[in-house]
């Protein structure tokens, strides 16, 4: 059997020569005649002078360009020698035939004119380039067409082997009905059938978990006439045991007793583990009996496997007995048989028997392969013998043994971090390193986590450092993330001692894997805004708005803050809507910082705009900034605006102070703006004082506008808000100069129907 998976030589010759002069020399080529200088060149045996004259030329069979022409000067005769000497250096070996043609059906689809390419390329088919091409074919595919189109082409007629080799590809790579097909036909071909062919097809079926294929061509083999031996009965019963069907075990093992086939020990072990894998102990244990009953002695495969059986029912007395049995019958002890041992005792959770074995098989001069030390370092870690788990893994990277589960390592990582050893915890890490297995995200955030509640902020800055280098979070292989009590408390760490800018290239990395932490990103927008970065705090919480994830109300007052103290009181504005937007409220002193900055850069409009936001969300401090705001408002001639703000006010059950503005109004001169709230305050009934009164129509005298003072008169006079009616004689003096003699006589009329009026009321009282 092990023939077939050696390549085979075939027949076929090589089209690569070595450019020499052809001679008629009887003597072999010696190197050292092209490469000496001397006219003689001395043996090492006998330093017998050997003539270097030229020989007589075969002119039959030498090429034209290499034969000597008598009549040349020697100088020309022996600079063409020199130039057919052989270059110095090792000549490259010629690429193989069958690793061409591999190499063409890996690089060009399987056409046509491939298949012309080849036949060109090959002098002569036969089993041994078809079996070589076969074997190197990079899959399946690429083996199996080959395969069909030198059968059907006619190139070649496959043997035993080619049909073999064809079987066990196509069954590994899970190509079962083509397998069976071939199989099936190869007495077509003149090919007969033997056991291995029909062995290695059922152990296809059972890989791939189709255990009745399996059985379906072990039946076939009878019906055939393939004589079925011990060794096909051995690997039907790996199967089907794999799959758990010990009664159909049991059952096939009958029938090969019936047919006279007796087991072999083989038959035994393999018949013992299936058992064991099924947890059936009391079959096993009968099995067991009836092999040494048919005095079949146990070896030490069998030993193990008893042993690994009662090690599964956590029954380590009857395992010790065994283990000691065969030790007695001087049947040495293997790496399994220790590491059997060792996995029964951590299963059992007694950690100083598996230190004991341990030791034990060191001493015996047995070397712990990567399964005992991936056996032995979890129970330690779980038993808290970390002193010795620290040793065992000391030992582990001295002799390069990666264990072949990884999984210990965070177990390693973590039990030695939760103890409060970090240098330990640290060393396995470097250990991982040292042994070249994968170092991922989740490793290197246990011991940040832990640098970082134990204080050591150099060293877990250190490691991230290396983290975001290597770019290790974002390998695509990676199983283990890390966790977020791990990247959130570095980078509160490094945005709270003015290194935001690392921890946000750290962060983005975390955010390509699809991590949306809200602590972290507030933590950026805190250390951005500290550090005076506004902007880079601003995209951050685009960034935040564009996914979805909720803001603190702190980060925007942090943001709102750095933006100020730039003197950017827009880009404040924004940042204190958007903190409103995300139905935070924030307080008047966020509210007045704004309003402040936006009232002393000039943008009073804008600032009146906050006002209102603050007024709708129902703070009502602030109100000396506020009346500063609509002063501003009335006296730029926005006056429509202001009004509208101080309806909001009063809806909000805040009034301004009206006779200040209208006073102030009214010496500044603006007299339109003045009697727009004069008759807005008269409109709503607002209590106003009578110098106000008096202040607007005088201002609106002085200004000449005549009419305007009669309109407000009127309806002040009308509401019953004036004291006296000074300023109405005065102004109907000023509405007869102008010609308004109409609005004269009515507010005259008015006038004196008020004195009557108020004359009667005083003989009343």
């Known amino acids: 059997m092990a023939c077939i998976f050696k390549s085979k030589h075939h027949r076929w010759t090589s089209r690569v020569y070595l450019i020499v002069p052809r001679t008629a020399s009887s003597y072999s080529l010696n190197l ?37 022409d008598a009549s040349k000067p020697d100088a020309v005769q022996a600079e063409e020698k020199q130039s057919q000497r052989i270059p110095r250096g090792k000549r490259p070996n010629p690429e193989k035939l069958e690793d061409t043609i591999c190499r063409m059906m890996a690089n060009r689809a399987w056409t046509t004119r491939l298949q012309n390419s080849i036949r060109a390329l090959v002098p002569e088919f036969d089993n041994s380039l078809v079996y070589n091409v076969i074997h190197g074919a990079q899959n399946s595919e690429h083996a199996l067409q080959f395969y069909r189109w030198t059968e059907r082409a006619g190139l070649v007629r496959h043997d035993r082997e080619t049909h073999m080799k064809m079987i066990e590809i196509l069954g590994g790579a899970s190509k079962l009905n083509h397998a069976r097909c071939i199989l099936l036909d190869m007495p077509k071909k003149g090919v007969e059938w033997d056991e291995d062919m029909f062995v290695v097809l059922i152990e296809s079926y059972g890989k791939a978990g189709i255990v009745q294929e399996a059985v379906k061509i072990f039946q076939k083999m009878k019906e055939l006439g393939v004589e079925r031996t011990a060794k096909s009965y051995d690997t039907l019963f790996k199967v089907i045991l794999r799959r758990g069907r010990y009664m159909m075990a049991k059952r096939y093992f009958n029938a090969m007793l019936n047919g006279g086939i007796e087991p072999t020990r083989h038959t035994y072990n393999i018949m013992l583990w299936g058992f064991f894998l099924s947890m059936r102990l009391n079959t096993a244990l009968r099995f067991y009996e009836d ?4 005095g079949i002695s146990p070896d030490v495969v069998t030993y193990d496997t008893m042993i690994n059986g009662y090690c599964r029912f956590k029954n380590m007395d009857e395992a010790e007995k065994l283990f000691v049995e065969m030790k007695g019958k001087n049947i040495a002890p293997t790496v399994i048989s220790y590491t059997t041992m060792i996995k029964g005792y951590v299963a059992v959770e007694k950690f100083d028997g598996a230190l004991r074995m341990f030791e034990e098989m060191k001493s015996f001069g047995i070397k712990p392969n990567s399964t005992t030390y991936s056996t032995l370092l979890p129970g330690l870690c779980d038993g808290g013998k970390m002193s010795e788990a620290h040793m065992v893994l000391q030992e582990m990277t001295d002799r390069f043994i990666a264990p072949k589960d990884n999984s210990i390592f965070m177990k390693l990582l973590n039990c030695q971090c939760k103890l409060g050893d970090l240098d330990a915890a640290y060393g396995v890490l470097k250990a991982m390193i040292r042994l070249r297995i994968p170092t991922e995200a989740g490793h290197y955030g246990v011991l940040i986590e832990h640098f970082c509640k134990a204080n050591v902020y150099d060293k877990a800055v250190k490691l991230l450092d290396k983290l975001v280098e290597k770019e290790i979070i974002l390998r695509p292989q990676s199983t283990l993330e890390m966790e977020s009590s791990a990247y959130n408390s570095i980078i509160e760490y490094l945005c709270s001692h003015g290194r935001t800018g690392k921890a946000e290239v750290f962060f983005r990395q975390l955010m390509k894997k699809g991590i949306q932490d809200e602590a972290a990103f507030n933590n950026l927008i805190r250390g951005h805004s500290k550090e005076g970065n506004p902007d880079s705090a601003h995209e951050i919480l685009k960034i935040m708005t564009r996914r979805g994830v909720p803001r603190d109300a702190d980060a925007y007052k942090l943001l709102i803050k750095s933006y100020l103290s730039k003197g950017e009181p827009a880009d404040a504005k924004i940042a204190l809507d958007g ?43 602030n109100m000396d900034l506020i009346a500063k705001i609509l002063e501003a408002l009335l006296i730029r001639g926005h006056v429509e605006e202001a009004l509208g703000r101080t309806e909001l006010l009063m809806q909000n059950g805040c009034m301004p102070n009206f006779d200040s503005l209208l006073s102030v109004l009214s010496e500044k001169g603006k007299t339109i703006a003045a009697l727009k709230l004069l008759d807005f305050c008269l409109e709503r009934d607002c209590t106003i004082d009578f110098p106000s009164y008096d202040k607007v129509l005088d201002a609106l005298l002085a200004a000449g506008k005549t009419l305007n003072a009669y309109a407000i008169l009127c309806k002040i006079m009308e509401k019953g808000r004036m004291s006296d009616c000074k300023i109405g004689h005065e102004l109907i003096k000023n509405l007869n100069q102008e010609g308004n003699s109409k609005q004269a006589d009515i507010l005259s009329r008015i006038i004196e129907g008020r004195e009557t009026t108020l004359a009667n009321k005083k003989m009343k009282e």
């Open 291 to 294: 092999m040494q009953s048919r």
């Open 32 to 68: 050292t005649h092209f490469f000496s200088s001397t006219q003689y060149s001395i043996s090492s045996n006998d330093q017998t002078p050997i003539s270097t004259a030229t020989p007589s030329i075969n002119t039959d069979s030498a090429d034209a360009d290499t034969k000597l």
């Open 579 to 621: 903190m409103i937007e995300d139905g935070h409220l924030p307080d008047s002193s966020v509210f007045r910082s704004v309003m402040e900055s936006l009232f002393e850069d000039g943008r009073v409009q804008t600032a009146s705009r906050v006002m209102r936001s603050m007024i709708e969300k129902g703070v009502k401090e």
